[in-house]
Structures are given as structure tokens and as C-alpha cells.
């Protein structure tokens, strides 16, 4: 299923072992993991509130961010390409891939040639890593 800016994959298996298995299949695009984000832990202990398991990974491809940060410096706002895993039920876990395309077409960054460029690497690598864990 895709969003308007996000491919979306349902994935059997609990949060750990979906995140395991996510972030082989970035690898296998050339992404890292530069962060991890456990949403639901941090409301419980910022605000005391109760959410399911809620992951926030930020990817990053080294050489395509390089690229889009020598054109426009300001685009390390729109960095890095989050992907999020979420439990939807007991051993089920949902993940969505950012689009690049969409973040780099921001106001006026899809003006941009290399942006455009580098966006479009950069999610043809999402495309894959959501088809090869779907898969």
C-alpha cells in the first residue's frame, strides 16, 4: 500500500526482529542507520503516555547525501530518510519508507536538478529495500 509520501509494508514477526530485518534490507541499498527513535519509550517517560511500539529509524545513503548536501546545505533539514516500524498486533509490524521524491520536491527544491537527481536514487533504493522485505 502507498501513502502520498511513504510505501508502506506489512511485516509477521515482533519489533525487534522487523527492525533486524529492516535494516539488512537498507544495507543492501547502501543505507545506514544513523538514529533510532523509540517514540513509544519516550512519551511514556517524557508525558507518562501510553503508545503502542513506535520506531523512528533515520536512514542515510553517505554518498547521495553528500551529494544533495554540496548542491543545497539547507537540505540537511529534510535529512535523513526516516523509515518507521510500528506493532499493529501481536507479532505484526507495519513499515513505511519516506519517499525521497516527495521530501525533495519541497517548495522549491524540486527546482533543483541534482536534488531531483539524488531523490530519485534515493528512492528507487527505498523502492527496493520495501520490496525486498514485503517479499
Given at each position: 500500500?502507498a501513502?502520498?509520501?511513504?510505501?508502506?509494508?506489512?511485516?509477521?514477526?515482533?519489533?525487534?526482529?522487523?527492525?533486524?530485518?529492516?535494516?539488512?534490507?537498507?544495507?543492501?541499498?547502501?543505507?545506514?542507520?544513523?538514529?533510532?527513535i523509540?517514540?513509544?519509550?519516550?512519551?511514556?517517560?517524557?508525558?507518562?503516555?501510553?503508545?503502542?511500539p513506535?520506531v523512528?529509524?533515520?536512514?542515510?545513503n553517505?554518498?547521495?547525501?553528500?551529494?544533495a548536501?554540496?548542491?543545497?546545505?539547507?537540505?540537511?533539514?529534510?535529512?535523513?530518510?526516516n523509515?518507521?516500524?510500528?506493532e499493529t498486533?501481536p507479532?505484526?509490524?507495519?513499515?513505511?519508507?519516506?519517499?525521497?521524491?516527495?521530501?525533495?520536491s519541497?517548495?522549491?527544491?524540486?527546482q533543483?536538478?541534482?536534488?531531483?537527481?539524488?531523490?530519485?536514487?534515493?528512492a528507487?533504493?527505498?523502492?527496493?529495500?520495501a520490496?525486498?522485505?514485503?517479499?
Amino acid at each position: 500500500m502507498a501513502g502520498k509520501f511513504s510505501t508502506d509494508v506489512t511485516v509477521k514477526g515482533s519489533m525487534d526482529a522487523v527492525i533486524e530485518r529492516v535494516t539488512a534490507v537498507l544495507a543492501e541499498q547502501k543505507f545506514g542507520i544513523l538514529t533510532r527513535i523509540d517514540v513509544d519509550e519516550t512519551l511514556k517517560r517524557k508525558i507518562g503516555a501510553d503508545f503502542r511500539p513506535y520506531v523512528i529509524l533515520g536512514a542515510c545513503n553517505p554518498e547521495l547525501a553528500h551529494r544533495a548536501l554540496e548542491a543545497m546545505p539547507e537540505i540537511g533539514l529534510l535529512l535523513p530518510c526516516n523509515v518507521t516500524v510500528e506493532e499493529t498486533a501481536p507479532g505484526e509490524c507495519r513499515v513505511r519508507f519516506i519517499d525521497p521524491r516527495a521530501m525533495m520536491s519541497f517548495q522549491d527544491l524540486g527546482q533543483n536538478e541534482t536534488l531531483q537527481r539524488v531523490g530519485a536514487e534515493a528512492a528507487e533504493g527505498m523502492a527496493r529495500a520495501a520490496a525486498a522485505l514485503a517479499g
